[in-house]
RNA sequence: UCCUCAGUAGCUCAAUGGUAGAGCAUUCGGCUGUUAACCGAAGGGUUGUAGGUUCGAGUCCUACCUGAGGAG
């Protein structure tokens, strides 16, 4: 029996893009779906009935490496799984702790065996191995667990990428055996996705791919993007491995992307993604729009008494001026961060939900045509 | 009326007689599996006024102006 299940409904007929239902223990997910980013086991500024109710969110991110430092597994699990302790009853997919090698690179040494960590909190030495990050994610009753990573930086050599991809590839054989392992003790339903990685060299991410493949896992995640490298190579790679992942598991591209990215990434296969870019732009002033970007704290928005976005249903914009919006976020306000925050997930969702609406309809060429028009435009 | 202290960027303040700076504010950028309500850049000065000493004065001297405190 599956740890969870995929069905893809509509397959756009000139590109790879396709809309399928996601079944998880915690409900079904509509794919494409965007999965906002609740590192500590909270969006930023939102509450679980906004994310929930308000914006029909069906999966969070939260991330092992945060949530083992503070409050810890062993204190999740005793409240009873990251699902009740945070009051979210929708899927959660947690991040292994891969993506800190990247971002906390001069807090972390790697061996062959994992990563070792020195806390951002106190400085205590951490040690994280496919294993461990397992057993984290099982305490924390994720419905999707991620493969302990390498994350590398941009631009790596050819031989750094191979041999930090194939590391990757191992650790994913090691915690998918560790895995089965533990269901076989304790039945239990959740997926692990594996991580596809090789820098932005197509030959290596192929043949990382391939050998992921072999893991026959529940959906496969691509990794690595967004880290300092030309936009247009971030779409390159996600295509370099479109043929090798299978068509009927969910592919996630992790850490994507600017709105009008988003689309591209889909034309291109992925079914899931998640990124900071709505909720951490919020609190810094960046709003997207459906006419672009709005850097609200412009002084241009000084005296504008119109909605952010004239085309947005969110309770930001049906109810507050730019000029307001202005005022509170050049006033620390926390209200702001709340609005804000708000406001983009909303963008970003509506921007998935018009997605998925294009593919089910046969459309998506033209809608895709129709985007990329509007973000020259906006640009 | 006298005494003391203080006047430097929009604000609060630095600057052994030797190139006037910082924080905040303002304006503008950036942010991609969150060490981020964060980070960066720019603009902004006849150093209260007028004299003097000095190679050189925000700094020392004199007078005046303004403010705070004290004495009467």
Redesign the pocket.
């Known amino acids: 029996m599956p740890q969870i299940s995929f069905e893809v409904i509509a397959q756009c007929s000139a590109t790879r893009a396709r809309a399928g239902l996601l079944h998880t223990p915690h409900g079904t997910i509509e794919t494409p779906a965007f999965m906002?980013?609740?590192?500590?086991a909270t969006?930023?500024?939102l509450t679980q009935r906004d994310l929930a109710d308000d914006l029909g969110v069906r999966i969070l991110?939260?991330?092992t490496?945060?949530l083992f430092l503070r409050p810890g597994h062993v204190q999740i699990r005793r409240l009873g799984g990251l699902h009740r302790f945070m009051s979210w009853p929708h899927a959660i997919l947690t991040?292994?702790?891969?993506?800190?090698?990247?971002?906390?690179s001069?807090?972390r040494k790697i061996t062959d065996e994992g990563v070792v960590f020195q806390s951002?909190?106190d400085g205590d030495l951490h040690r994280f191995t496919p294993e461990s990050t397992v057993d984290v994610q099982l305490a924390f009753g994720s419905d999707i667990l991620?493969?302990?990573?390498?994350?590398?930086e941009y631009p790596v050599s050819h031989e750094y990428a191979r041999e930090s991809m194939q590391r990757t590839v191992r650790w994913a054989h090691q915690a998918s055996e560790h895995h089965r392992r533990r269901i076989a003790e304790t039945p239990t339903r959740h997926a692990l996705f594996p991580?596809v990685?090789g820098s932005m060299f197509p030959d290596l991410r192929r043949s990382c791919a391939q050998a992921l493949v072999e893991l026959d896992a529940d959906g496969y995640?691509i990794?690595?993007?967004?880290?300092?490298e030309p936009?247009p190579l971030?779409l390159e790679v996600v295509e370099a491995t479109e043929d090798i992942l299978p068509r009927d598991r969910p592919r996630y591209a992790?850490?994507?992307?600017?709105p009008a990215?988003l689309p591209e990434y889909v034309a291109r296969g992925v079914d899931m993604m998640?990124?900071?870019?709505?909720?951490?732009?919020a609190?810094?002033?960046?709003l997207f729009t459906s006419r672009g970007?709005v850097?609200i704290?412009?002084?241009?928005y000084?005296d504008d008494a119109g909605p952010l976005d004239e085309h947005c249903r969110c309770y930001t914009c049906i109810t507050y001026s730019r000029a307001y919006l202005r005022h509170l976020f050049?006033?620390?306000e926390?209200s702001y961060?709340v609005l804000a925050?708000r406001h983009n997930l909303q963008r970003y969702l509506d921007i998935m939900r018009e997605i998925r609406q294009a593919i089910l309809s046969d459309s998506y060429p033209a809608y895709l045509r129709t985007v990329r028009l509007a973000s020259d435009d906006a640009e």
């Open positions: 906002p980013v609740g590192t500590q969006v930023k500024g991110l939260a991330n490496y945060h991040d292994s702790g891969g993506y800190q090698v990247f971002s906390l001069g807090l951002h909190l991620m493969v302990l990573d390498e994350c590398p991580i990685q995640a990794g690595g993007l967004s880290v300092g936009r971030s992790m850490g994507v992307g600017m990215e998640d990124c900071v870019l709505p909720s951490r732009n609190r810094n002033g960046c970007r850097i704290k412009n002084a241009r000084k050049l006033a620390g926390i961060a925050t």
